[in-house]
């Protein structure tokens, strides 16, 4: 399972240790500060448990990536996106190191699912979350339940 991890700027090598500890990760850094790739062999469930159980001090967020693509293709690949009849969902960008506006992507992206599945979009409490981190030239694409998210404190 691919994922992406957020810590504050600095302290990524304290991160990658508690992802490596945590869930057996390979974790590298961007040249984003403070955003780090990952994989484990670990499934989805069971690694964002280790890691919301993990204490950690230096990790933001971890969030688990379906598909990486190109980000001209991404359009394309979130048609492919099915999500169960009548759940509402929301769409979440991130963009960094790309010239691409989070909200107008968030409503093209929005559009383009709420028309091939005919789902509810609720932007306050979603059922599924379709998260889209753009780093540069390529885009992981995430289909989450809200509780998959994982947000922690960095401590000092």
Do not use: H, Y
Request: glycine residues 8%; contains cysteine.
């Amino acid at each position: 399972m691919k994922f992406i991890a957020t810590c504050p700027p600095g302290r990524e090598g304290d991160a990658m240790l508690e992802l490596e500890w945590a869930i057996n990760a390979r974790v590298r850094r961007t040249k984003w500060g403070g955003v780090l790739l990952g994989e484990t062999n670990l499934e989805r469930d069971e690694a964002v448990r280790k890691v919301r159980e993990f204490e950690t001090f230096s990790l933001q967020s971890f969030i688990p990536i379906d598909d990486v693509v190109d980000l001209e293709d991404l359009e394309e690949k979130v048609k492919e996106i099915r999500l169960p009849p009548g759940k509402s969902f929301a769409v979440r960008v991130k963009v960094r190191g790309a010239k691409v506006g989070e909200k107008s992507l968030e409503r093209k992206l929005g559009g383009i699912i709420k028309a091939v599945n005919g789902n509810p979009v609720n932007l306050e409490r979603p059922d599924v979350i379709i998260m889209v981190n753009v780093l540069g030239k390529k885009a992981g694409i995430s289909v989450l339940r809200p509780e998959e998210i994982v947000k922690k404190e960095a401590r000092d």
